[in-house]
Nanobody, 129 residues
């Protein structure tokens, strides 16, 4: 069973920075993606950033490009989300997630699926004006 544990959320003023961490238990497959999602009250869940773990390809939502950066430390089985220039609209619960990539076409191109099937418990990020 895959377990993900997030940490690093908190409260910050607009313009500030936070770094989220996600530690994943040993993953049973070599091709998989890790992602950060968020959900604000009354809004749909949004994929914020993703990374193809074995190759390093990264993805970002337009709303966070240039402000957020996803990275990984494979030795620690960890994925990070550095969030800079935070805005009030970034306030949400942030979730770490993982998904196995089975399709060889996706593997060759380091494309991450849209649906993830392993989830952490979430961590609150609150940005005040």
């Amino acid at each position: 069973q895959v377990h993900l544990v997030e940490s690093g959320g908190g409260s910050v003023q607009a313009g500030g920075s936070l770094r989220l961490s996600c530690v994943v238990s040993e993953y049973p497959h070599s091709h998989y993606c890790m992602g950060w999602f968020r959900q604000a009250p009354g809004k749909e869940r949004e994929r914020v950033a993703g990374i193809y773990v074995s190759g390093g390809e990264t993805y970002y939502a337009d709303s966070v490009k240039g402000r957020f950066a996803i990275s990984q430390d494979t030795a620690k089985n960890a994925v990070y989300l550095q969030m800079n220039s935070l805005k009030v609209d970034d306030t949400a619960i942030y979730f770490c997630a993982a998904v196995t990539v089975y399709d060889s076409w996706f593997q060759a191109r380091q494309i991450c699926p849209n649906e993830y099937n392993y989830w952490g418990q979430g961590t609150q990020v609150t940005v005040s004006s």
